[in-house]
């Protein structure tokens, strides 16, 4: 151990130096739901439910958002590898304008599904609050984009704090609002599931809007901002950052979608079941967007290695960051495992919701080494820019093996929403084994021609 050690420890203090920042500002994303989960879970079962369908289903959403702004990233590592530094400021132009296209079609995607929730044999008092939810969500999508595409442009360039000193404000703000707005402090009226929705849009525009103005006039950014306009775009570049956004965001929607495919199954088997799923995926989300911060980080280090051609650098830090989130997810484990039924009492007093919700953290508890190392073996081989293989494998994973095996072991052999949680877990080990042989394979061939 200590041998391992010595020989990653340079990679092992890069790689946190880069990703603690990236992990702390991906979570971000997920403790907005977190917190919406939280604040609305003391006033009942339906509202909790509500939160729990509307952002199972705008998870798929953002989602999307977040793999078309990655197919910034490793372009801008790449171009800073080779000292591109005006080639940086094009890709930004285009990115921008790639993104926002992309959120205005993400706002009428959200609008369409939240006025049909009702055809989705869901409880009618949990799809009428959902849609009202799905309003305010489809309003935050627009000004998320712009944060994503000045942030995947700043960590593309190795500055990753900015990011997330903007997200834990921006959390700490939501939970203020959604408080004041849900509970009707400061003689407010108490505005329900629509204080959370309200909350919510605010952090995000308000985090669009300081994530582009710190990058548009912070100096450090001035050398690679010089060709920064949207006077000459050009239809190739828009086309190479959309060759490799469309099939990152492929690779989430295929994972995501099968969690909010399975959030759907569980709301056939009732509102008690549909509300512990919630809480017992939210807190797996956090940890599998905090194993998502060391992808993003490891996704950066490959394309700067790549761009350098420095090809043994590039698997040592991938493995490095391989180890990495194997611990990281090792102690997620640990807690979801001790902490199975006091977690959930973070969320609501219901003793039935957290009876069922302790039993799913425990399967949760089970995947998580290959939940972290999946979405670590995806970051790595974006940075290579390999990107559709890895999209077929995701693909295979969830929706050809974990999804139908969760219905056939939730509906045909009788094991309700934890065989539907045991479907899942099959389909990340699926995926973390196919990817890390991927890895292996691509580095070895690229050391040999090297």
Known sequence: MKTLYTRYKTYYKDNFRLAYPVVISQLGHTLVGLSDSIIIGHTGRVPLAAVA???????VFMVTGIGMSYGLT???????????????????????????????????????????????????????????????????ILPLMIYLTFKQFAEGLGFTRQAMNISIIGNVLNIVIGVTLVYGLFGLPEMGIAGVGIATFTDRLLMGF????????????????????????????????????TPVALQYIFE????????????????????????????????????????????????NNLGRRSFSDLRRSAIASYHMVLVMMGIAALVFVLGNRLLPMLYTGDQAVIHIASGLLIIAAFF????????????????????????????????????????WLGFHAGFGV??????????????????????QSTTRRMERLA
């Open 53 to 59: 369908l509307g952002n199972s289903l705008f998870t």
């Open 74 to 140: 490793p372009l801008i590592a790449q171009a800073n590898g080779r000292g591109q530094h005006g080639r940086c400021g094009r890709l930004l132009a285009h990115s921008l304008v790639l993104n926002s296209i992309t959120g205005i079609l993400l706002f009428a995607g959200i609008l369409a599904l939240g006025n049909n929730l009702g055809r989705m044999d869901q409880p009618a008092d949990v799809a009428m609050q959902a849609e009202i939810f799905l309003q305010y969500l489809a309003a935050s």
């Open 210 to 245: 300081a994530m582009a103005y710190y990058v548009l006039k912070a100096p450090r950014f001035r050398p690679y901002l010089k060709a920064f306009s949207f006077r000459k775009m050009q239809r190739a570049l828009l086309a190479k950052i959309a060759g490799i956004g």
């Open 256 to 303: 995501v979608s099968a969690f909010s495919g399975a959030a759907l199954m569980v709301g056939w088997i009732g509102t008690a079941e549909l509300a512990a799923h919630q809480i017992a995926i939210n807190l797996a989300s956090m940890t599998y967007m905090m194993a998502s911060g060391l992808s993003a980080a490891a996704g950066i280090t490959s394309g």
């Open 368 to 407: 998580q080494l290959f939940d972290g190392t999946q979405v670590v073996g995806l970051g790595v081989l974006r940075g290579l820019g390999d990107v559709m293989v890895p999209t077929i494998i995701t693909f295979m994973a969830y929706w050809v093996f974990g999804l139908p095996v969760g219905y």
């Open 418 to 439: 934890e065989g539907i949680w045991w479907g899942l877990a099959i389909g990340l080990l699926a995926a973390s084994a196919l990817l890390f042989f991927r890895f």
